[in-house]
């Protein structure tokens, strides 16, 4: 961590204790972004092998159109207006790349993936055995961070945990794959605890549970029937429970935000009030300006609803591969847009996003090894 929160104060950051190469303190944040010229150059140049996934292209560019109109009305810069879809594209364009090298044969994911996952392994211990404790919501120390935040962190895990263990259920290794679960689940859970990214994994381990065992399958609709029962009553009874405390304060923020929103012109309504807008008070972080805790939101106020019904157009296009398509796959983009719904979640961490989609391609290639192929023989006849 560059900066350290007031939870860690007495500690030196492990910027000033292990910056050994003398870098800035925003060099993380700017280097994610120095792919995306080779990525869409290459994407560009070879476009005819994307198929249906072109509209992702066509998206990027109305995104631009987008920020640039959001630029001239707000009078902002525009790397500050594009910044928004920098982050959510440039992840994006990596997966379209990947597509692209697998189709014209040039990719074996497995081995890619597996390089990516051995480098994150080795700098995840090099974390836990020097750097300092991490600090989500309060006094609680969880384990050391690596990856720029304790969210990206745990975002980055949940894709790695997919890597390792989606090829462990196409070999039908079910004891070893719950068993990995089990561990793995734990230890995002007890080791970091950011609710967003448990989620996300949990969705993934359910989808798959469905798919092992007819047991699970039964399980999973009873979860569907008896967890929204027992919830409602135990929010009648838990009188003590506050949701809007356990949510850190989102419930207060929703309401600020329905405030802020009904007071757009139209201008704002369609190009949003530009980057930085969404910061404000509310009565729960009455110490200092926070966003929406929620991307879409954020997507609406700083860039306009135009954005917004966009990037859903976005989520629709990589679900649509027109075939029956993997619900583990889908359930994947469910979870990436639950995580960018209810925080910050991946759309805003490029970082956590070129794993999550490294993560949904070895999904999409293993699973359905045919599946793009058949299309663009399809398309090309």
Known sequence: MVELGWWLRHLESNFDTRNYLGLPKDFSGNIEYLLIPLLLAYVLMNLKHLGHYVRIVEVLFVFIVINLCTSFLTGETLFASFQLTLKLMSPVMLFLVLIIKYKKGELDIGKLAKRFLYLCIFLILIALLLFNPSSNRGPQHFLPIYFESIHTHSYILVSLFIIISFPLFIRKRYITLISFFVVSFLFIWFGYAVRTAIIVYLIYMLIVLFYMNVFFKYLWVKAIIY?????????????????????????????????????????????????????????????????????????????????????FYLLFVLVWIRKKVSLIYLFLIIGYFVSSLVSNGITSRPLSGYLFFIALAVVLFYQNPSILKNNEAKSTS
Do not use: C
């Open 227 to 311: 967890v929204p029962i027992i919830v409602f009553f135990f929010s009648l009874f838990a009188t003590s429970f506050s949701l809007d405390d356990y949510s850190s304060g989102r419930l207060s923020m929703y309401s600020a935000k329905i405030d802020q929103i009904s007071k757009f012109n139209i201008f704002e309504v369609l190009f949003g009030q530009g980057h930085g807008s969404d910061l404000i008070r509310t009565d729960f972080w009455a110490f200092g300006k926070k966003g929406s805790h929620s991307d879409v939101i954020t997507y609406f106020v700083e860039n306009g609803i135009l954005f917004l019904l966009f990037y």
